[in-house]
């Protein structure tokens, strides 16, 4: 169960990133208000989990019991940083890197 919720952060960190950058670039800055929805909804389902894991655990040790809440909230941490990570890409993609078309002339 832990490797999943290990998981499911370091997903849910890379759709946010992903998703957010992407429509970012695609559409405009405001629409990286979609990833702060995704990055909510990420952490709702993280602290569901937390709560029903906790829940689960209540015959192991404190110190099971201390790492599994670490876990819960080192994936909040993921998330919270893959959006800021997310911010601070389109700003420097947006700064430094200038796509330029070129169509070769026509008349010669």
Do not use: C
């Not at 169960?1 to 952060?9: C, D, N, P, T």
Request: proline content about 2%; hydrophobic content about 60%; cysteine-free.
């Amino acid at each position: 169960m832990i490797e999943f919720v290990i998981l499911l952060g370091v997903i849910g960190g890379w759709i946010v990133v992903a998703s957010t950058l992407f429509l970012m670039l695609a559409l405009g800055q405001t629409w990286g208000l979609v990833g702060v929805l995704l990055l909510v909804g990420f952490i709702l389902v993280n602290q569901s989990l937390k709560a029903k894991y906790m829940r689960t655990i209540v015959d192991a040790t404190p110190r099971a019991k201390a790492i599994a809440a670490h876990i819960f909230e080192m994936n909040e941490l993921i998330l919270l940083s893959s959006y800021l990570v997310s911010l601070l890409l389109y700003e420097g993609i947006q700064k430094y890197v200038e796509i330029i078309i070129k169509f070769p002339d026509l008349m010669g």
